[in-house]
Each structure stands twice: as C-alpha cells, then as structure tokens.
C-alpha cells in the first residue's frame, strides 16, 4: 500500500512539472526516499566493492582498509602511490582542480620514477574507472568506493633509467556523463598504482556576492568550478573591501573546555564578546565595511553565553548564529530571533549558518541531505568534510632536469561533481515548502526569473513579496505552520 501511495505521487508531481514547462524552472523538487532498498537490492554497482576490487590497487599502500575506510584517509592517497620500485604522482594537468566541464577534454601530466638500480622499460596501461563513494550506515565518517560502469584504458611506454624519472602525457577519454574518474597504471611485473582522480561536473555560473553553499576549502579554481564559496577565510579587510564577511568569537566554546582549548567560562566569553562587537561597530562606522556578528556554534552555546539570564543585550549583535551538527534541528522558530529588527529598526532576523557538519560525505547523501538541511532552516551550509571528499590539494616533489622542486595538485572526488550539480539545480534558491504530507520526501525551492518566462516571474516577486514583509516561509516547519506571526 505504501509503495502505491509514493509512486502515485511521484506520478502526481511528474505530471505537474510537465504542466509548469519543462526547463522553466519555477520550483525545483529533489526527492528522499524514506525507505531505501539495501545496497544488494540495487545492483552489484551499488555494493561497497572496496579499492582493491574496484581499483585494483592494493588498499594497504594506499593507507585505506576495506571495503569502509575514514574519510580523511582519501585525500592521502596520491602520497601512497608508490612501491619499493616505482613511485607515480601526477605533477601537471590542464583542467583546473582536475575538474572538467561538459566537453572538455583533458591532458594529465604523470612523473614515473624509477626507485631502484636497474631500468625500467614496459608497455603498459592506465585504466580510467567511473566511480563513486557511499557511506557507511554505522558512521557518516567512513565511507567505501563503488564501481559506476564499464572502465576504459589508454596505453603507455615506459622507459626509465635506474633512479631516473620520466613524464608522461596521458590523454585520457573521460566520458561526458558527470562523476568521478580514477586513473590507474598498470605495468607488468608491478602493483597497480593510483594516478589521479578527476571529476566531470556541470558548469555553474557565479552567484553572486552571496552563496548559500561553502566549503572547507580555500582552492580558488576548485570553488570557481563547483560554483561555491569557502566556509572560513583569514584575511585582513572586511566586505567589500576583501572577503570577511562575519566574525565569532571561538571555535565551540563549550563550558570549561573545548576541542578548541576554550577553557573559560560564559562571563569571560561576554567580556571578550563585548570587545569584538565594539570593534566590529567601529569598522563598520570608520570604514564602511559590512561584516556581520555571530556565534557561537551551537544553539546549546548560543543560548548559554548570550541569554543565560533572559537579558537580550546581545540580540543587537546576533546577526547570525553559526551551528554544528544540528541536521533537521537548526532551531530557526526562536521567535525573538524570528522577529528580531536590525539597527535601522526593518526586519532583520538572525540567519541560520552551518559553520561544520560533516555529515554528507559520499556523492550519494549530497542532494537528499542538504535539501533536508535548507527545508530545515539553514540559510547557510558547509555539510561536507570537503578538503577531503571534494577537492584535496597536496605539494608533491617534482623531478626536473634542474633537480626538484614543489607544486600544488588537486585531486577531484566523486562528490565534486556531485556538489555541482546540487549547485546548478539549487544553488541560492529558497526552500518553498514539503510537497507532500507523508512519503516521498519531495522539497520544492522556489524558481528564479528566466528570460522570456512570465509565469516563474510572477511566482519568483510575489514569494519575494512575503519575504519582505519579515514573514519566513520555512520557519514554522517543526510546528506544523508555513508562517511565524
């Protein structure tokens, strides 16, 4: 009966997306499924194979276990690329962070070098696999790679001198449809070694001064390409004369201690507080800056640092609170924060800011996990332990005829081209509203105005409209209500 009943409404919402025009747009709906078949009821391509199977490397060299490995061990791979003989590290590649856009094509540059006392000379292969990463369902921080369709090859010569180095230009065929690709050396009489994993992504336009979506990464091609922003930046002038754009005081600063050494309690947090607030205040006036204040990475901290005492001094100041780890729970109905009215006296509601939950972590939890967190209330999420699932960037030592020396090279994961695709269809949209009271999960996010397209114009002002008006459309989720009075 269930099943009827979600496929029906399935069959409900194709038929209204056809009726609004097929690329118009105006609202987008991404589908959760509540009750997921198992992996095995999926298809064997589904099934954590583990590197070994699927790369055919061994996952000891690389420091990976099998087939659910921790996430941060990924973006160490390339380092581990080598045997007691031969090390490989890509040391160039034309596609910026190794990101390819639809029709590029791609030019890797791989250094070989010979680690013992005899030549090397071989005729070998290097295997481009499509793959991806799932998750393990006991911890969001483990996860397993999968196989995702039919691999290819492209040859290579080899022809080392003992303790000698070449390089070598693969021009490897990656396929149009987006993912991730591994690139794999095959020589015989050697271990399969990992080259160099790229991603095939949509092409995102900027959005902007302001992006939704940011990342734990600071790699300006890697954003540029996924059409993201970073989550934590250090530099020294506030917007728009540089890229600060919001300061807190600490990194979870729970009572008495912290993973970030806060070691104090709630009243030096206030008194170190009402220093920052009055430097910020005093930017703001001297030098136009537009930098916004917050804290204090978690609703818990929030309310024990700043309203312990029902005094809301700090409300002024409250332009943002930045949480972690609060999923479907960002606490955005707190009336007060709801209504708060800014230093004009307009409207001014505090913003729900993800400054860390590492909770997608495989390109199969990107779409369905993040639109949740948007329906939630987030206004800002990071939600991706992205320096290493993303994109990783790694100084490698490089062989020249000169002697050696350092680049920066991007590994692309298979979640890069998952981000950029929830970026494309949602980028900086709104959450509207759940299409449905029950199963499937479906999530319509308001339309942006098209050229030439009259009926998502309309609807994209009017919502507009009641936003302005201080009326939260997504505030009232968790009572059952569209609106907050």
Excluded at 86 to 96: H, T
Aim: glycine share 10%; hydrophobic share 40%.
């Amino acid at each position: 009966m269930k099943t009827k009943l979600v496929s029906d409404r399935v069959t409900t919402l194709l038929k209204t997306a056809r009726r609004a025009g097929g690329n118009s747009l105006c609202w987008l709906a991404v589908l959760m499924f509540a009750d997921q078949p198992t992996m095995a009821a999926q298809g064997d391509e589904a099934k954590p194979a583990g590197v070994s199977a699927v790369w055919g490397v061994i996952a000891k060299r690389v420091g990976l276990k099998e087939p659910f490995f921790f996430v941060d061990d990924l973006s160490g791979v390339p380092e581990r690329s080598q045997t007691d003989s031969l090390r490989v590290r890509q040391v160039a590649g034309s596609a910026p962070a190794n990101m390819l856009w639809p029709g590029e094509d791609v030019t890797v540059t791989v250094q070989l070098v010979n680690l013992t006392d005899q030549p090397i000379r071989s005729a070998g292969k290097v295997d481009v696999i499509p793959y991806g990463l799932t998750t393990s369902p006991e911890d969001m921080f483990n996860v397993a790679i999968r196989q995702l369709g039919e691999s290819s090859s492209v040859p290579v010569a080899v022809d080392i001198p003992a303790k000698g180095f070449q390089d070598v230009n693969l021009r490897p065929a990656i396929p149009e449809p987006f993912g991730a690709y591994a690139l794999i050396l095959e020589l015989p009489g050697h271990e399969r070694l990992f080259v160099a994993s790229l991603a095939r992504t949509l092409k995102n336009p900027p959005l902007g001064s302001s992006y939704r979506l940011c990342m734990d990464i600071v790699n300006v091609p890697a954003l540029q390409r996924l059409g993201t922003a970073p989550n934590r930046v250090a530099l020294q002038f506030g917007w728009p004369k540089g890229p600060v754009n919001a300061i807190k005081l600490w990194n979870e600063p729970w009572e008495g201690i912290s993973i970030a050494c806060w070691g104090a309690d709630m009243l030096r947090f206030r008194e170190i507080s009402d220093v920052m607030i009055e430097a910020v205040e005093e930017a703001r006036k001297e030098g136009g800056v537009q930098v916004m204040l917050g804290g204090c990475d978690s609703s818990a901290n929030t309310f024990d640092k700043y309203f312990p005492d029902g005094n809301n001094r700090y409300l002024k100041a409250l332009d943002f609170i930045s949480i972690h780890y609060q999923g479907l729970s960002p606490v955005a109905g707190v009336k007060e924060w709801v209504n708060r009215k800014g230093p004009d006296g307009q409207p001014s509601r505090v913003k729900i800011w993800d400054g860390e939950s590492w909770c997608a972590n495989s390109d199969d939890r990107i779409a369905g996990t993040l639109a949740a967190m948007y329906a939630a209330g987030h206004d800002r999420l990071v939600g991706i332990h992205s320096q290493h699932v993303v994109a990783s960037e790694r100084s490698v030592e490089v062989r020249t005829t000169k002697g050696s020396e350092r680049r920066n090279i991007t590994q692309a994961w298979p979640v890069a081209p998952a981000v950029g695709a929830l970026q494309h269809f949602i980028g900086n949209r709104e959450f509207d509203r759940i299409v449905f009271q029950g199963l499937p999960w479906v999530f319509a996010f308001k339309g942006v105005r098209l050229q030439g397209d009259s009926r998502c114009g309309r609807q994209t002002e009017s919502r507009r409209g009641h936003a302005r008006r201080g009326r939260r459309p997504d505030a009232g989720l968790r009572s059952g209500q569209r609106d907050v009075p």
